[in-house]
């Protein structure tokens, strides 16, 4: 099989052109056509991945770092983390315009799962570009060793060094930046300035990926299994949702009191922060100064153990759907902010509806990838994640089979009718 894929199929999903690594390994994306897209990629624990994956992995994430659309002066993953970044310009101080202004699309509000949802998968197409085998794995938070696993040379590389944090009370801890490994500068981990913008200062973080992991009071690690079953036990989405992502706590009956927890906290075990009160709730209030990039809010998607922690809310979200919640019933259909409904466009993904205001003071906005018109995704249209092509290892039996989830669809295959092929939904830069 070497039928060549066309100039076309590859506009198709990145939307412009595809320079260097990409096109440097396009057989074994059309050896892919032939077989892999007919089942379901699956998602996988970080402790099962071998070192050909892992370095599979690693070898994807920076391809996209140097691959370009035409148009762009950033590459593919600067313009993915760009998202991110001004999510925050839709606050009010940025002076956002369209339905969407005023709240953010991605945080702290319903459409935090679907957003993210819609992002990795994204940022999993592009991946696929370079090797169709690549596929984003999950940080199980509750695995004691999975820290262990992932700061090592042959995957994320080590913490930062260099900086001496003083936590009174606690100690010295170190951090600082990344110099070995795969995601050092040297090693052409190259953040881009303007983009990596502080959330605290709006001023450049500068170029290099930080590390400052497990600092008091972020340092508690691994979550327990009871808490994490208990959030999984929620039936009402608006409170899963608050508590997954890590607002919320939940108590034995269920009652929430704000607090700072599992995916929120989980950024913090890697990116730190200076806190004014080491025994206040160790969230935004309460912080002077946010050490390490997995814990600044707007340009995290820098830290690569960003996807792995997202891959494992979303993970928690699937696995909360196939008990039981999964469709349209499971998510809010009205009385939420603009692009938080179950059928809003969530930008950027809105046709141009809504436009943030420049966060920072650098060119974050104008950096910011252009989706075609037509490109509109709603929470309504992620909610059935089999639907996009994936799938987690969690969820298949011992037999290779999946999951029935509770509309009786056995999906497993590319024969589910409602099966949209991955390279129908694209990057669309
Ligand atoms: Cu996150």
Same mark, same amino acid.
């Given at each position: ?8 199929? +590859? ?5 412009? @052109?595809?320079?260097? *690594? ?35 992995? *690693? ?14 002066? !950033?590459? =593919? ?52 570009? !370079? ?19 992932? @700061? ?37 981990? !190259?953040? &881009?300035?303007?983009?990596? +913008? ?20 972020? $340092? ?8 994490? &079953? ?28 704000? $607090? ?8 913090? *075990? /890697?990116?730190?922060?200076? =806190?004014?009160? /080491? ?10 100064? /946010?050490?390490?990039?997995?814990? &600044? ?15 494992? *809310? ?43 205001? &420049?966060?920072?003071?650098? #060119? ?6 252009? @989706? ?23 969820? +298949? ?8 989830? #509770? ?23």
């Amino acid at each position: 099989m070497s039928h060549k894929l066309s100039r076309r199929q +590859i506009l198709k999903i990145t939307g412009g @052109f595809v320079t260097g *690594v990409a096109v440097a390994t396009l057989p074994s994306y059309v050896k892919a056509q032939g077989y892999f897209r007919k089942k379901l990629a699956v998602r996988k624990n970080i402790q099962s991945l071998t070192s050909h994956e892992k370095a599979a992995f *690693v070898n994807a994430i920076k391809a996209t770092k140097n691959t370009f659309t035409q148009g762009s002066t !950033v590459s =593919v993953y600067d313009q993915i983390v760009d998202l991110h970044v001004e999510a925050m310009g839709f606050m009010s101080e940025f002076k956002p315009t369209g339905p969407a202004a005023g709240f953010s699309p991605a945080h702290d509000l319903p459409a935090f799962l679907p957003w993210h949802r819609e992002l990795v998968y994204r940022l999993e197409q592009a991946l696929q570009l !370079v090797d169709p085998t690549v596929t984003i794995p999950y940080w199980d938070w509750t695995d004691p060793k999975a820290l262990d696993v992932m @700061f090592q040379d042959d995957f994320l590389g080590p913490n930062g060094e260099g900086v001496t944090i003083e936590v009174p009370g606690k100690g010295f801890f170190q951090g600082g930046p990344v110099i070995s490994g795969p995601f050092s500068e040297a090693n052409g981990w !190259v953040l &881009n300035a303007g983009i990596n +913008i502080d959330n605290l200062t709006l001023e450049s973080r500068g170029t290099s990926l930080t590390r400052f992991i497990k600092v008091p009071p972020l $340092d508690e690690y691994p979550v327990s299994e009871e808490y994490l &079953n208990r959030v999984l036990g929620l039936d009402d989405y608006l409170t899963f949702r608050a508590a997954l992502e890590g607002w919320v706590s939940v108590d034995e009956k269920g009652n929430s009191t704000p $607090d700072w927890k599992l995916h929120n906290y989980m950024h913090g *075990v /890697i990116g730190g922060a200076s =806190v004014k009160d /080491i025994n206040a709730t160790p969230s935004p209030d309460n912080w002077t100064k /946010i050490l390490g990039t997995m814990n &600044n809010i707007t340009s995290s998607p820098y830290e690569p153990a960003f996807w792995l922690n997202h891959s494992n *809310v979303d993970r928690l979200w699937a696995e909360w759907q196939d008990n039981g919640h999964m469709g349209s019933e499971f998510y809010p259909a009205s009385g939420q902010p603009y692009g938080h409904n179950l059928n809003d466009p969530m930008w950027p993904w809105d046709g141009g509806q809504s436009i943030p205001g &420049n966060f920072g003071q650098g #060119n974050a906005l104008s950096l910011l990838p252009h @989706f075609d018109p037509n490109d509109i995704v709603t929470p309504a249209d992620v909610l059935d994640f089999r639907k996009l092509g994936y799938t987690y290892d969690t969820l +298949i039996h011992s037999d290779g089979s999946h999951w029935q989830n #509770n509309s009786g669809r056995h999906d497993g295959s590319s024969k589910n009718p409602d099966y949209v092929p991955p390279t129908q939904r694209y990057l669309g830069m």
